[in-house]
């Protein structure tokens, strides 16, 4: 399966080809051009029920197979060739809006351990720990760190801090490159969240749910954002690649 095969595989990569809508002229956009319709179908991620009607849509054999020209155009575009690269620790930027509030450096391991005693009873549906912990994401040249831009069910915000993060010595990274990798983080440190009921509407798997418990020995955890194949699975809430913990699924990023 090639790439515009993946970017057709999974609901927030083929919205991404409806925003764009028409390939012609796709595959030269640079980054900025992408930037507006691929934050647009990251804004639209309801990971808390039902896929709506247009994510249902698109779904469809039919209109994947309409989709698949664009998603060909988007795959040899200028714009999305970084989508692959690892991790850029010299670029990292911490965005800060109102409804997040400050980071508590101080804190990280006594938030993971709060967030892990919590996280099986929670309503919550992110599977990222608390928002208290330092999270990051990376800039690119002359556009700014794009948690500005592309933020999961946005709250629209108008005004926000943004801090350069460099980390003290390298860290230990694990790259999220698609949902074998996840899966086998959760397979390590396996945090049991089965009675969340969102994960359910969004997948309808019935079965157990897995996530990774992040301060169980696994001491840095960064997604490349986006990933080619993180793109393409990322559904908010899905199925793992494979099963694992005697059939239970492992709940995506």
Same mark, same amino acid.
């Given at each position: 399966?090639?790439?515009?095969?993946?970017?057709?595989?999974?609901?927030?990569?083929?919205?991404?080809?409806?925003?764009?809508?028409?390939?012609?002229?796709?595959?030269?956009?640079?980054?900025?051009?992408?930037?507006?319709?691929?934050?647009?179908?990251?804004?639209?991620?309801?990971?808390?029920?039902?896929?709506?009607?247009?994510?249902?849509?698109?779904?469809?054999?039919?209109?994947?197979?309409?989709?698949?020209?664009?998603?060909?155009?988007?795959?040899?575009?200028?714009?999305?060739?970084?989508?692959?690269?690892?991790?850029?620790?010299?670029?990292?930027?911490?965005?800060?809006?109102?409804?997040?509030?400050?980071?508590?450096?101080?804190?990280?391991?006594?938030?993971?351990?709060?967030?892990?005693?919590?996280?099986?009873?929670?309503?919550?549906?992110?599977?990222?720990?608390?928002?208290?912990?330092?999270?990051?994401?990376?800039?690119?040249?002359?556009?700014?760190?794009? +948690?500005? @831009?592309?933020?999961?069910?946005?709250?629209?915000?108008? *005004?926000? !801090?943004? &801090?350069?993060?460099?980390?003290? %010595? $390298?860290?230990?990274?694990?790259?999220?490159?698609?949902?074998?990798?996840?899966?086998?983080?959760?397979?390590?440190?396996?945090?049991?969240?089965?009675?969340?009921?969102?994960?359910?509407?969004?997948?309808?798997?019935?079965?157990?749910?897995?996530?990774?418990?992040?301060? +169980?020995? @696994?001491?840095?955890?960064?997604?490349?954002?986006?990933? *080619?194949? !993180?793109? &393409?699975?990322?559904?908010?809430? %899905? $199925?793992?690649?494979?099963?694992?913990?005697?059939?239970?699924?492992?709940?995506?990023?």
């Amino acid at each position: 399966m090639g790439f515009a095969e993946d970017l057709v595989a999974g609901p927030r990569s083929r919205r991404l080809c409806f925003n764009i809508g028409d390939r012609e002229g796709v595959a030269d956009w640079e980054v900025s051009a992408l930037l507006a319709p691929l934050a647009e179908s990251v804004d639209a991620a309801m990971y808390w029920q039902e896929p709506d009607e247009v994510d249902r849509t698109l779904a469809a054999p039919d209109i994947v197979q309409e989709l698949l020209p664009i998603a060909r155009a988007i795959a040899a575009a200028p714009g999305v060739q970084w989508w692959c690269d690892p991790i850029d620790l010299d670029r990292q930027f911490h965005v800060e809006f109102d409804h997040t509030g400050p980071p508590r450096v101080a804190r990280t391991s006594e938030e993971l351990a709060d967030w892990r005693a919590s996280a099986p009873f929670s309503a919550v549906w992110w599977s990222t720990p608390s928002r208290t912990v330092v999270h990051t994401t990376r800039a690119l040249a002359g556009m700014g760190p794009l +948690g500005l @831009c592309l933020e999961e069910d946005g709250f629209g915000s108008k *005004r926000a !801090w943004c &801090r350069s993060v460099r980390p003290a %010595r $390298t860290p230990s990274v694990y790259e999220i490159t698609g949902p074998t990798a996840w899966s086998e983080l959760a397979e390590r440190y396996p945090l049991e969240v089965s009675r969340h009921p969102h994960w359910r509407k969004v997948t309808g798997w019935e079965g157990r749910w897995v996530a990774p418990g992040l301060d +169980g020995g @696994c001491r840095r955890l960064r997604r490349r954002a986006p990933d *080619r194949r !993180w793109l &393409r699975e990322h559904s908010g809430p %899905r $199925t793992a690649g494979r099963r694992s913990l005697h059939d239970a699924r492992g709940m995506g990023p």
